[in-house]
């Protein structure tokens, strides 16, 4: 981690709060246009690998939720979801979640606006959790908490799904990825949202944050089933799996 983000702290609850506070107007649109729809693919891939449960309807939380970009993707794909408690800290994101939350089946999701990590989502509670881009905003203590959350809420058998922006380690095109991510989008960034340089913190959550493999030996440890996936190169990772 770069010096600089020790010293600001880029990882107190509410620095980040502010960060997506001040991004949740354009976080739809930009994080479409600026990953050429990646974003979006990702999503849908995050949720269809969740693994299937035995459970006709199931009940279960989107974690670090956003303003909902996963739901659509959900609610299709698993029409026997019946109930989605989305939590994010940012005020920002809960108010478009709001207003997302009427279009698409408002009867089905509740959203808790709290640091997820403070929340006291009852243990056992769980069939399933998702969680698509919200991780590398932790540090690693923090990931640690996450991780045990995640099995504290699962009940026995329940499943989950989680994605995250990656460093693609390795690949050929790294250089001109990492060039998008810390110089192209900044740029995108100060010309077009008058000289903001919010999105410009999502390059540099997503370098530190390096891959969900240290997250998944996390869960591991928390005794949950664990499998690690890259999608498109290791430009975005995750991981999927099951509590026993
Ligand atoms: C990059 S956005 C991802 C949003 C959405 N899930 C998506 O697919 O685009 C990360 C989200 O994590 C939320 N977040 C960050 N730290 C959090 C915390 N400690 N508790 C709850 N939400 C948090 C932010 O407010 C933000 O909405």
Redesign the pocket.
Known sequence: MAPKDVAQNIYD?DF??DV?DRCSEKYIAF?YVCSFGF?ERW?RQCVAALPRTSSEATRGYDL???TG??WPHLLRIRPEVEEVTA????SG?HRRAMDRLHRHRANKIAFIE????KSDLPAESADFVI????LK?FNDTQLQKLAALVSRVLKPGGVFSMIEASDPKGWTFRPLYQFHLLRVLPMIERLFLNGAQDFAM?GRYTTNFGDTRRFAEHLARNGLQTEYRRYFFGCATGVVGRKQ
Not at 114 to 117: A, F, T
């Open positions: 609850p980040v709060k997506f994080s974003t999503r670090m939720a956003g970009e996963a939590v994010d800290i940012s994101m709290d640091d997820v990590l969680s698509t881009f919200g905003t999502i």
